[in-house]
């Protein structure tokens, strides 16, 4: 069966430091990827998503970046973080078109 | 573009009622449809999903869900919740992209609280 394991579970970072968030999924072989934010009664917004090795397409400009240096790893980085950066980070992984999405358990990032 | 209308933020119902969380999607063609649910604190889980065929979908954890064309609905329900079913829930409606991507659109969710 297909498993997905995201870390650190919460974090603390003051602003200006650097971040490194990742995201590996076994069980399967070149599946999509996701990283989504969900902030405080915003929903889930979706900030990169990737189809294959190095090719990661954004939706929104921000201060982050994503990267996948091997096909079951997703890593979300910051060179400097801003308060406005805090929030649930989860990352999630599909199959091909039309699937469900599959959930890791989130990264609680807070900015002080 | 497509879109999801969760009309419903907050839900409080007694524990043994009846439920339904109301979802309503805009889409161009056939929609393939989710619902998900989340707990403080963890990721989203995966209730139930549509892709065609039978307009009434069977999921985990009791819950059912019914695809109405008509009226753009998929409205979840349960027939008797349970004190464990406290959550937040998410309906999702996916596109199938160029590139083997999709495009999934979430809605802003409802949060549900089940009193004794």
């Known amino acids: 069966s297909q498993t997905i394991h995201q870390w650190p579970a919460t974090l603390v970072q003051p602003v200006g430091s650097p971040l490194s968030l990742e995201c590996t999924v076994e069980?399967?072989?070149?599946?999509?990827l996701y990283w989504y934010r969900q902030a405080a009664g915003r929903g889930l917004q979706l900030l990169f998503y990737?189809?294959?090795?190095?090719?990661i397409s954004s939706e929104v400009p921000q201060n982050l970046s994503a990267s996948r240096p091997q096909d079951r790893q997703f890593i979300l980085s910051s060179k400097k973080l801003l308060l406005s950066d805090s929030g649930f980070y989860l990352c999630?992984?599909?199959?091909?078109?039309?699937?469900?999405?599959?959930f890791g358990n989130g990264t609680r990032l807070t900015v002080t | 573009a497509q879109s999801v209308t969760q009309p419903d933020i907050h839900i409080t119902v007694s524990e043994g009622a009846s439920l339904e969380l109301r979802c309503n999607y805009s889409?161009?063609?056939?929609?393939?449809l989710f619902w998900y649910v989340q707990s403080p604190g963890q990721g989203l889980q995966l209730l139930l999903k549509y892709f065609s065929g039978d307009t009434l979908v069977q999921g985990i954890k009791g819950f059912e869900a019914e695809f109405k064309r008509s009226q753009s609905s998929f409205n979840l329900r349960k027939p008797s919740v349970h004190w464990s079913d406290a959550a937040e829930y998410f309906c999702?409606?996916?596109?199938?992209?160029?590139?083997?991507?999709?495009?999934?659109?979430f809605g802003t969710g409802t949060k549900l609280q089940v009193i004794p």
């Open positions: 999702a409606v996916v596109s199938p992209l160029s590139g083997g991507y999709q495009k999934v659109t």
């Open positions: 990737s189809v294959g090795i190095g090719q």
């Open positions: 889409y161009g063609a056939t929609p393939y």
């Open positions: 069980g399967t072989s070149n599946p999509n």
């Open positions: 999630a992984w599909s199959y091909r078109a039309s699937s469900p999405l599959h």
